[in-house]
């Protein structure tokens, strides 16, 4: 088996805030298989794409699909850049990795996580994120939570910090302001009391916070029990997230601005965080994602993967999610517009039942592209 042909999509102007990149590589064989790139927020989707065009015409075309780790050392090396590290260039390897487990399970006729040592469990556990968009005043997240409860959800995630007082956009200064700090303390007060102390609440930061502000915040939301701070300083800064740790007790989680083993290293010798989050379509796909939960495992570290992209993104996750023995949490985001899950024939997002997801013995990642949707979509051809 060859590859033969890979194709890149990205949507269609005008670009929303969640735009997808997802690739499909071809074989001379008639099977296929799909990856994503997880810049779907933020800039940079465009040049993902690009790199991936840039990694099929130099390192995929002519390829054995199955040879996945040498492919993988073939982008880590042969780039130049794969060994430095970043978004782009990971994203890319990425969405590569994913479409050749995809494409291995396919052909073998079993789920990717079969490739991968086999199921450690039948469900898992998800949060749900994305459901406070529009929420400003503290009882307006409270009453948010509370729908997140109806539909059967036990943990759900949610960034006190990015609206301001006032109801606008924008994240907190290094040194929070004292009004904008009782505002963050009085949304998380909120969803504790809507939705009771059985169900987990997860507080984002987005590495935006000083060190000294992160201290003070998380040591105020201790009594609120969440289940982890999430990224509360810079996660390019070890110490700063080390000093955070030693002074916070609650669990601290970080990883989905960190690639490959390389860029966890040091948070998993130091002991920094209680949970990694790799986002397994940044930081070096499947085959990368496993080596660093492996590692992580050595020092009794749970991984639970960040994952906001589209629905490919989220097919992967469930695979390695599968296979991973220190996986806890899986975030999830079952909120989205009908179109966003239209990308594919079979998302998985909207078929979690009560705040799980059983997972499926489909071929490969599970899923396939929707013909309809992405023929809208802006394609790149190579090959």
Not at 335 to 361: C, M, Q, R, S, W
Request: aromatic residues 10%; proline residues 5%.
């Amino acid at each position: 088996m060859r590859i033969t042909k890979i194709e890149i999509f990205t949507a269609p102007p005008p670009r929303s805030w969640m735009s997808p990149v997802m690739t499909r590589i071809h074989t001379d064989e008639g099977i296929s298989g799909i990856g994503e790139v997880a810049l779907a927020y933020g800039l940079g989707g465009e040049a993902g794409a690009r790199m991936i065009k840039e990694m099929a015409q130099f390192l995929l075309l002519g390829q054995d699909p199955f040879r996945i780790e040498y492919i993988w050392d073939r982008m880590f090396r042969d780039t130049f850049w794969g060994q430095g590290g970043g978004p782009v260039v990971y994203g890319a390897m990425s969405a590569i990795d994913e479409a050749l487990y995809d494409i291995k399970g396919k052909a073998l006729k079993v789920p990717a996580y079969e490739l991968l040592g086999g199921k450690c469990r039948d469900k898992l556990r998800l949060y749900a994120n994305g459901w406070y968009i529009g929420a400003s005043e503290p009882e307006e997240y409270g009453e948010a939570a509370k729908k997140v409860v109806a539909d059967g959800y036990t943990a759900m995630k949610f960034d006190p910090f990015a609206i301001r007082p006032d109801g606008s956009w924008g994240y907190p200064d290094r040194v929070i302001e004292k009004d904008m700090a009782r505002c963050v303390y009085k949304r998380v007060k909120a969803v504790r009391e809507a939705v009771g102390p059985d169900v987990d609440i997860l507080i984002e930061c987005h590495g935006n916070l000083g060190t000294t502000s992160a201290i003070q915040i998380g040591k105020r939301l201790e009594e609120l029990a969440p289940f982890f701070y999430e990224e509360p300083v810079d996660a390019l800064n070890v110490d700063s997230m080390k000093k955070v740790s030693e002074h916070v007790n609650v669990p601290i989680a970080a990883g989905e601005r960190l690639y490959s083993r390389y860029h966890f290293r040091k948070y998993v010798e130091d002991q920094v965080l209680d949970i990694l989050q790799p986002d397994i379509g940044l930081a070096g796909g499947l085959t990368e994602t496993k080596k660093i939960a492996t590692y992580a495992e050595t020092y009794n570290l749970v991984v639970a993967p960040h994952n906001c992209a589209g629905p490919v993104a989220t097919a992967a996750a469930v695979q390695l999610d599968a296979a991973m023995t220190n996986f806890i949490i899986q975030e999830w985001f079952p909120y989205f517009n009908d179109e966003h899950y239209a990308l594919v024939t079979n998302a998985f997002e909207k078929k979690a039942v009560n705040g799980f997801f059983e997972i499926p013995d489909t071929p490969g990642l599970g899923i396939e592209l929707s013909e309809e949707t992405i023929k809208n979509h802006e394609r790149i051809v190579v090959g």
